[in-house]
C-alpha cells in the first residue's frame, strides 16, 4: 500500500499507555487485516478517534489497547480508514508490517508519538525511517539511550523525560536538524562533548538530573533561546556559557552554585534568570550587562549583599531575593524603573531599609514582605 505525494503530508505512530501491571515492552505486528471505511468518530478498542486527530493533512497510526493484551492499530487519513492491524508483543525486530514499512519510508515526515508505554526497548528498525522528524518516548523506562536514535539524520523533536537513562552516548551528536531535546527527569550524571554538534538546537531540558559540571561544548549551541538545568547537582557554570548569544530563558534553580562566571553578562538575549535555592554569596558586577532581563529570581541563597550593578538592568520587572541574609539593599534599586515586584520576604531587613526601598522604587511597584508563589507574581506579567 503506497501514497501518492499529494495524499500524504505527515504520519504519526501513536502509542497511549499500557494498563497498570502490564510486562510489555514496544508492540509487535502480528496479523493484519483490510478494513472498511468508517465514521471518524468510531470506538477502536476502548479509544474514541475524535475528528480533531486528524488535522492539516495529517496522516497518523493509532494504537490502542485490546481486552485481550493486545493491541489494535488503525492508519488514518482524514475520515478513511485505511488499514487495520491486531498487533502482538512478541519480536521486537518486526516492528512494523511491510504494508506500513512502505508508507513510513516514503512518508515525507514521521512522528512517532509513545508516551508513558512501559517501553523498555525499541525496534532496530527504528533507524530506517530517514524522514522521523517527532519522537516522543517520555515516561517509558528504557534505562539506556537506543543507539538506532543516532541514525535519524531528520530528527527535530526527541522526548525521553523520565526514561532512567544513566549515559547519554555519543550518538546525540549525529542528529543535525533536532531543535528541541527534553531529558529531565532522568539519571544523567554528565554529558558528552558531541552535545554541542547540535547546530539547530533551540531548546534544551535537563532538569532533575545529577548533573554536577556542564562540558564546554556547551557554548557551541549557538541558536540555543532555552535551557532548563533546574534540580542538577551544579557547583559551577563554565565560561562558555557566555557563548549562548541568542538564550533568552536559564532556569538554574535548586543546585549548588556558589558564584556566577563573570560571562554571564554576555547573554545579551536573556529575559529570564532563574537561580533560587542555590549557595551563591555574591554577584559578579556583569549582572548589570543583561540588557533584555525582565525577571531575575535569586530566593533562598546566602546573598549579603546585592552590587550597584543590579540597577544597570532597564528591563527589570520581578526581583525576588527572599531568604537571603540581605540587611541592606543599594540605592541603584532606585534606577530600576520598570521594577512592579520586589520580594524580600525572610530577608533581615530592618524597617528603616524597607521604608527607603519603597521610597526608592517606582510608584507602582510592590514590595512583598510576606512570600507569595511564583506564579502569584507573575500573574499580571
Known amino acids: 500500500m503506497r501514497f ?3 495524499d500524504i503530508a505527515r504520519i504519526s505512530l501513536v502509542l497511549p499507555r499500557t494498563g497498570k501491571g502490564d510486562d510489555h515492552l514496544a508492540p509487535e505486528w502480528v496479523s493484519s487485516t483490510r478494513m472498511v471505511d468508517v465514521p471518524t468518530q468510531t470506538i477502536l478498542g476502548g479509544m474514541q478517534v475524535q475528528d480533531d486527530m486528524v488535522r492539516d493533512g495529517v496522516v497518523r497510526v493509532h ?3 485490546l481486552p485481550s493484551g493486545r493491541f489494535c492499530l488503525a492508519v488514518r487519513n482524514g475520515e478513511k480508514r485505511l488499514e487495520g492491524f491486531q498487533v502482538g508483543r512478541d519480536d521486537h525486530d518486526s516492528f512494523l508490517p511491510p504494508q506500513v514499512m512502505d508508507v513510513l519510508t516514503d512518508a515525507p515526515a514521521i512522528e ?3 508516551p508513558r508505554c512501559e517501553l523498555t526497548m525499541l525496534p532496530r528498525k527504528l533507524g530506517q525511517f530517514p524522514n522521523l522528524t517527532h519522537l516522543d518516548l517520555d515516561g517509558n523506562p528504557l534505562g539506556f539511550f537506543p543507539p538506532e536514535i543516532g541514525q535519524l539524520p531528520k530528527l527535530r523533536n526527541l522526548y525521553m523525560w523520565g526514561c532512567k537513562l544513566r549515559v547519554l552516548p555519543p550518538e546525540i551528536g549525529q542528529l543535525p536538524e533536532l531543535t528541541s ?8 550524571e554528565m554529558l558528552p562533548p558531541e552535545i554541542g554538534q547540535l547546530p539547530e538546537l533551540t531548546y534544551l531540558s535537563l532538569g532533575g538530573n545529577n548533573l554536577e559540571m556542564l562540558p564546554p561544548a556547551i557554548g557551541q549551541l549557538l541558536k540555543l533561546t532555552c535551557l532548563d538545568l533546574r534540580g542538577n547537582n551544579l557547583e559551577m557554570l563554565p565560561p562558555a556559557i557566555g557563548q549562548l548569544l541568542k538564550l533568552t530563558y536559564l532556569d538554574l534553580q535548586r543546585n549548588n552554585l556558589e558564584m556566577l562566571p563573570p560571562e ?3 547573554l545579551s538575549e536573556l529575559t529570564s534568570l532563574l537561580l533560587d535555592k542555590n549557595s551563591l554569596r555574591k554577584l559578579p558586577p556583569k549582572i548589570g550587562q543583561l540588557p533584555e532581563l525582565t ?9 549579603e549583599m546585592l552590587p550597584p550593578e543590579i540597577g544597570q538592568l532597564p528591563k527589570l520587572i520581578y526581583l525576588f531575593l527572599d531568604g537571603n541574609p540581605l540587611r541592606e539593599l543599594p540605592p541603584e534599586i532606585g534606577e530600576l524603573r520598570k521594577l512592579r515586584n520586589l520580594g524580600v520576604e525572610g530577608c533581615p531587613l530592618s524597617p ?3 521604608a527607603d526601598a519603597e521610597r526608592l522604587v517606582p510608584s507602582g511597584c510592590k514590595v512583598h514582605r510576606v512570600f507569595l508563589p511564583l506564579n502569584r507574581w507573575l500573574e499580571d506579567f
Open 264 to 266: 554571564i553578562g554576555q
Open 4 to 6: 501518492g505525494t499529494g
Open 181 to 188: 531535546l527534553r531529558l529531565g527527569g532522568n539519571n544523567l
Open 295 to 303: 525577571c531575575l529570581s535569586l530566593g533562598g541563597n546566602n546573598l
Open 63 to 65: 494504537v490502542s489497547r
Open 352 to 354: 528603616a531599609v524597607i
Open 112 to 114: 512517532i508519538h509513545a
